[in-house]
């Protein structure tokens, strides 16, 4: 590039067109800080209508460096789909982990190009079950694990098995310990993937169908949609970015701290998200508002605040007086700043995203520490002996953002980022009593929002604590107040709430009076209408089916799960329930069609297999009925449902011997079952076997 006069016409250049392109007059030349406080309008073109997302390998062609560097970062290499290139794991011959709870193996694999996971149970020596599938995508660097997710007609989900690089082992992954192993049920929903990818192409109207998956957390994902600023880069429309922002795309380090914090805080806040209504978990882009799409809980303990969960370096950090203090006299009005946040302490203070931690020294660290901690500065400076940090080298970070483990991911362990004096042994891991629920990037929650807090917090977190559900009641009471002294005569997301702490309380017949109360077609007309994942009408509707369907009201039940369906057509385990509310109903051949649809969708939905095959032995078509409990019994085993319909089919077309193996088994595993004992007895009875 020929040098200064070039660059010039290419500033007078972009000041024209800029002028003319946005609508937001000058704002292509001052720095963030300021317009964002005088203007109403939003300045950054990314966040227009016609923006859009144009993916990775657009941006790598004018910046190949940040392109090549991402690449080798954590977050370049957060999702793939599988190769050997992309697993992190070790395999060997013999890996092999057990769950003891379900009496299940598990086996990695690699069979010529396919990335396999067996799955497979033992009677002595004899395999009695075993099921392989093959794995499609990895989610997780590699940095700390590898997770493992597969894919029938891109329904997504996760698989049993897990590589934890730091202890280079093989264990079930996090949340399938001690009882909870969901095998290969566990769907990967937009929540998940969201944080985990650049955005995918989703199919609406399901939990967690894709058209289209991703390849990674890509630039965009920081930067917003990039499609304006790339149009205006190929015509030549140039901004100097060491003077001013270049409007047509975002870059964090020139954002407001809170703004900047918003940014990384999508991602790095993993706690209790509660989506605002309406809103999806695509709708947040780099330079909005995160509280104005989401608000993020975390669990406060009383005298403990040394336990943390992997994803909430945000959260941590923000409790540091560094970050506190810092804040406050950091001065981010300054005109001419173009890096409002200088002063502050934010995550682009140490890390820079486009570099993996692994490569960044620790003098990196170490120097932001002592840009703030100098011995003559306004700030404190280390108080512990000299002898004991000559001793590490005077190593900042090792000794006050310590490495430990978070409670959420076993033999996993990151840094604190609570940046504090370092803390006693005898404090960590201290009795802590937990004392209620703080949003951690909105200073004023609604009522509402609280107690939507503490019901996903109950349901997804601590199904152990009921108080959570009281405290939901508590907030719901005071937005009921808020409702009847606003404008507002119903609203809907209240009553839903509502419906959910009954549901999750197992209280049907209050949910049955406060739907009856405004009339079941009232609701359904008034209330359960929008469509889309996120505003929870379609769970609102499930439920109230099956408190219906509990309390025996079938065509009621029915009619709600309908509406279910609607709102969600590609939900399958709504689908699944309709087909039996039909069935219940007697109305086979709708009943037989919901099932189709399903198995049509996803071949691995066990349920809907031995559902089907109960209409085909109603239909007396025992081949097909044998055939469908067979088939729902090779994806699951355990199903006590699919065994007792194969024992019915088994004993309609006289193979009594066989009937009495699968009896034995429903025995052995279902201790409880007081079915199967007095079938046995009463074939014996019957001399159909010994
Ligand atoms: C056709 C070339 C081209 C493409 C494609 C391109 N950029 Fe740029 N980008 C530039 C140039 C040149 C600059 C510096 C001058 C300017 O901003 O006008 C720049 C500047 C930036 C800045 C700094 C803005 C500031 O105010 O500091 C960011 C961030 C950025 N680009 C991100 C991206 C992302 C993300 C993509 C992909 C969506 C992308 N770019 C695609 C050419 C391109
Ligand atoms: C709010 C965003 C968020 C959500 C939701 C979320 N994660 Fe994460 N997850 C993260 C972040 C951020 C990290 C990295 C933390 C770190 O490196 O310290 C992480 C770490 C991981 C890792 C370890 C990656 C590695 O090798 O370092 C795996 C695997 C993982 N998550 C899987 C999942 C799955 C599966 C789900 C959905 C069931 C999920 N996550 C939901 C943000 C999220
Ligand atoms: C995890 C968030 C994140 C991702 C992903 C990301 N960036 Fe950035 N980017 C940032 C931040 C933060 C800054 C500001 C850094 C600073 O000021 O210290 C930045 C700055 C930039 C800049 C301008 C200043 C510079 O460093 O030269 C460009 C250009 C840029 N990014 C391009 C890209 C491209 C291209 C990609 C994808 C290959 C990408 N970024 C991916 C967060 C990200
Ligand atoms: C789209 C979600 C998302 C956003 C936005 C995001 N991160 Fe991440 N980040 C992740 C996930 C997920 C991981 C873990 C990836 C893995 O290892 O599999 C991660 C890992 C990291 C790592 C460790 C990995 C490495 O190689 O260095 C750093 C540091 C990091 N993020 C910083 C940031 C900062 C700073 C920002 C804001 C400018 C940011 N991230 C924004 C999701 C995100
Ligand atoms: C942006 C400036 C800034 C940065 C960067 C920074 N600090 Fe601080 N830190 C402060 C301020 C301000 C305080 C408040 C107390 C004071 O007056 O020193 C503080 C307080 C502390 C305290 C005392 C905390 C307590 O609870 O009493 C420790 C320890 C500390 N910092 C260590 C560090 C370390 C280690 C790093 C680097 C990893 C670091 N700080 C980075 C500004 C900063
Ligand atoms: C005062 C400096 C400092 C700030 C500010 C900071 N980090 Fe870090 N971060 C570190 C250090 C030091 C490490 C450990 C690096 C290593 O592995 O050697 C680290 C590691 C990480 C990792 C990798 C996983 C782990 O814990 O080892 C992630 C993810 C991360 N930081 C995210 C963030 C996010 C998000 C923010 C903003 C909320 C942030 N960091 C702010 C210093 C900082
Ligand atoms: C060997 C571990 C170690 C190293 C290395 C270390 N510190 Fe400390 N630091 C401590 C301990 C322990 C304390 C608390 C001592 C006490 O009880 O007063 C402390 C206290 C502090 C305080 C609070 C001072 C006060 O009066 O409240 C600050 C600030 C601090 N360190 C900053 C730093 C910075 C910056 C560095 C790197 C240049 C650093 N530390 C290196 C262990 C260390």
Redesign the pocket.
């Known amino acids: 590039m020929k040098p200064r006069l070039r660059n010039l016409i290419f500033i007078l250049a972009a000041l024209i067109i800029i002028l003319t392109v946005s609508h937001c007059g000058n704002k292509g030349q001052t720095p963030v800080s300021d317009s964002v406080k005088a203007g109403t309008t939003d300045p950054w073109m990314g966040h227009r209508d016609t923006a859009r997302y144009v993916g990775i390998n657009t941006c790598k062609q004018c910046h190949s460096q940040i392109y090549e560097s991402f690449l080798k970062t954590g977050m370049g290499q957060s999702f793939d789909t599988v190769s050997r290139e992309k697993s992190a794991a070790k395999f060997e011959k013999h890996t092999v982990i057990y769950d003891k709870e379900s009496n299940l193996y598990y086996h990695p694999f690699w069979d010529g190009n396919s990335y396999c996971i067996r799955e497979f149970r033992l009677s002595g020596k004899d395999t009695v079950f075993l099921r392989t599938e093959k794995v499609n995508y990895i989610i997780g660097s590699g940095q700390h694990t590898n997770s493992h997710i597969f894919s029938t007609n891109g329904y997504l989900h996760q698989m049993p098995m897990t590589f934890y690089t730091q202890k280079g082992t093989w264990d079930l992954p996090p949340g399938f310990e001690n009882g909870s192993n969901t095998r290969f049920s566990r769907k990967i929903g937009l929540e998940c993937m969201s944080c985990h990818n650049a955005y995918p192409e989703f199919v609406e109207g399901s939990e967690n169908k894709y058209s289209k998956v991703m390849h990674g957390i890509d630039c965009e994902r920081c930067h917003g949609p990039g499609s304006i600023h790339v149009a205006l880069k190929q015509t030549g429309v140039m901004v100097d970015t060491s003077k001013a922002v270049d409007y047509s795309i975002v870059n964090p380090g020139k954002l407001t701290v809170d703004r900047q914090f918003d940014v990384c805080m999508r991602c790095h806040l993993q706690g209790n998200a509660i989506l605002k209504p309406g809103k999806t978990f695509f709708d947040f882009k780099p330079g909005m508002v995160l509280s104005d799409f989401m608000t993020v809980f975390m669990p406060r303990y009383q005298g403990g605040d040394n336990e943390f969960i992997m994803a909430s370096h945000a959260a941590r950090l923000k409790m ?3 970050f506190i ?2 804040l406050k ?1 950091a001065d981010s009005s300054a005109s001419g700043n173009l890096r409002p946040y200088k ?3 934010t995550c682009v ?2 890390h820079n995203p486009h570099v993996s931690v692994k490569v960044t020294g620790k003098e990196v ?2 120097r ?2 002592t ?3 100098q011995p003559e500065g ?3 400076t280390c108080s512990a002996t000299a002898a004991s940090r000559k001793a590490v080298e005077d190593n ?2 090792g000794c ?2 310590p490495r430990s483990g978070s409670i959420d991911i076993p033999h996993v362990s990151v840094h604190d980022h609570y ?3 370092p803390q006693k042994k005898e404090d960590v891991g201290a009795v802590k009593k937990f004392i209620g629920i703080y949003a951690v990037n909105d200073n004023h929650p609604s009522a509402l929002t609280r107690a939507r807090g503490y019901v996903n917090y109950y349901e997804k977190f601590n199904p152990q604590n009921p108080a959570l559900l009281d405290s939901a009641l508590y907030y719901l009471k005071q937005s009921d107040r808020q409702e009847k002294e606003g404008y507002a005569v119903f609203n809907q997301d209240i009553f839903a709430c509502r419906i959910q702490v009954l549901f999750l309380k197992r209280e049907f017949s209050g949910i049955a009076k406060l739907t009856y109360e405004k009339g079941n077609a009232w609701v359904l007309e008034n209330i359960l209408k929008r469509k889309g994942s996120g505003n929870g009408d379609a769970w609102t509707a499930y439920r109230i089916g099956e408190a219906y369907s509990k309390l025996g009201k079938k065509e009621a039940a029915r009619e709600f799960y309908s509406r279910a369906v609607k709102l969600e057509p590609f939900n399958l385990d709504f689908e699944n329930k309709l087909g039996i509310a039909l069935l219940d109903l007697n109305r086979k051949e709708e009943s037989a069609g919901v099932f189709d649809f399903i198995l049509k969708e996803d071949e691995k939905y066990a349920s809907a297999f031995s559902n089907r095959g109960r209409i085909y032995f109603y239909d007396r078509n025992f081949a097909e009925a044998e055939r469908c409990f067979k088939k729902a019994l090779a994806l699951d085993p355990d199903m006590l449902d699919a065994m007792k319909n194969e024992v019915d089919v088994l004993n309609e077309t006289k193979q009594y011997e066989a009937a009495k193996t699968t009896l034995l088994k429903i025995i052995k595993r279902f201790p409880a079952d007081k079915d199967a004992p007095m079938l046995l007895e009463k074939m014996k009875a019957l001399n159909l076997i010994k």
């Open positions: 540091s007086k560094c203090q810092s006299t002063d502050g302490l203070t140490c660290f170490n932001a520490c840009n703030c901690h306004k700030n404190k900042c970070v006050h953002m940046i504090r004096k």
